[in-house]
């Protein structure tokens, strides 16, 4: 147990590829602002403008009080961006997994979720109170095995878009093929495509050519490729005014501060206009995995700034990120509950903000780090 209790470090300054860290001058590895845009001049700008008209806090519900020309103007441009009617704007990603599953799902309805899907997918179809059941890993033929019992209720098929900590990609397409001979709704969390895949970074879907019809429910956050906080689920129109009238996690909570809705709009124009940001990062990731390939790091199949070096043993994977962070490397070591028993790895994400430089240098103290602690071990 010793080796999975969790502690949190204290950042001083800014969020960004480098940043101090409980005192310590470090490179970020482990941060999911992956197009650098947290620490934005004009994101920054945009905050404190904003601030200085709506305030700090939106003071009510969204449904109350709390709703501001900026959430309206931001909810509009996340549709457009992702080529939906309608988005619906939330203060955590979190809550709109919990607050989507638990309004279009019920005691008599079936869910089928992956097995690696995010802990806010799995407890939103907890509390939905439906019947669960989860299909291998991205294993469509497990999937469509499940689905083919017949059931006299609604079926949903839950899905992330990316997963948060093998960094793989999920079936879309497949999964829109089942759903579709099912008659089942997928829902995809797109939490670490959106911003990073597809053109214009709309995501995942867009990467496999996907639209409404295929994959009905599409959630996302602000909180990673845009560098900030928030999240949104987009639809059609039915879906969202639905979804307006059901989603309590929406309905009960304070609303975003509108300075940072405000924010979250010059955040989101650098996503769609600086595609070069991506074009970086997807520069960076080749160039990591092919250094990994070369030291014989053991690097995954991940093409997403998610990069994951699997140890196994906690233990293991602990000292490593402590012998990193020694080198002035900020590296998260990922252990159970967060990930199977055997599977503990160093979770490596990469940002448009790093440098080639800093990625031969991670690489670098990698080699050094792993070749020393195999010595130790034997």
Not at 163 to 178: E, H, K, V
Request: aromatic share 6%.
């Amino acid at each position: 147990m010793r080796n999975q209790i969790r502690r949190r470090r204290v950042v001083t300054g800014l969020h960004a590829a480098q940043l101090q860290v409980d005192g310590q001058d470090c490179l970020n590895f482990c941060s999911n602002d992956y197009l650098g845009l947290a620490a934005h001049p004009d994101v920054i700008r945009a905050l404190q403008k904003a601030a200085e008209t709506t305030g700090i806090g939106s003071g009510a519900s969204a449904y109350v009080t709390g709703w501001n020309a900026e959430h309206q103007a931001l909810e509009e441009e996340l549709a457009d961006c992702v080529q939906r009617p309608r988005a619906l704007l939330f203060s955590t990603g979190y809550q709109c997994n919990l607050g989507v599953i638990q309004a279009l799902a019920g005691r008599d309805d079936h869910i089928y979720s992956d097995a690696l899907n995010h802990a806010s997918l799995i407890d939103g179809c907890r509390l939905s109170g439906a019947g669960i059941h989860r299909y291998r890993h991205a294993d469509c033929t497990d999937l469509a095995a499940q689905l083919s019992q017949p059931v006299q209720s609604r079926q949903l098929i839950v899905s992330d878009g990316v997963f948060s900590m093998d960094g793989d990609r999920a079936p879309l397409p497949a999964l829109a093929t089942i759903a579709r001979q099912q008659d089942a709704t997928l829902i995809v969390d797109d939490a670490h495509g959106f911003g990073v895949l597809g053109p214009q970074g709309r995501g995942s879907l867009a990467a496999f050519g996907l639209g409404t019809r295929d994959v009905p429910v599409l959630v996302a956050t602000l909180g990673k490729a845009l560098g900030g906080f928030g999240a949104f689920v987009a639809g059609d129109d039915d879906l969202i005014e639905f979804l307006l009238q059901r989603t309590r996690t929406a309905i009960f909570t304070t609303a975003l501060p509108p300075a940072l809705a405000a924010a979250m709009r010059a955040s989101l124009r650098l996503l769609r206009e600086e595609d070069w940001r991506r074009a970086h990062l997807h520069a960076l990731i080749a160039r990591f995995r092919e250094g990994s390939r070369q030291l014989g790091l053991p690097v995954s199949d991940s093409q997403t700034p998610i990069q994951p070096l699997v140890v196994g043993d906690e233990a293991r994977a602990v000292a490593l990120s402590a012998a990193l962070q020694a080198c002035g490397f900020l590296i998260s070591a990922i252990r159970p509950p967060t990930v199977p028993a055997g599977t503990s790895r160093l979770r490596i994400t990469l940002s448009a903000a790093h440098t080639e430089q800093q990625v031969d240098d991670l690489l670098e103290a990698l080699d050094k780090t792993w070749k020393e602690e195999i010595v130790r071990q034997d």
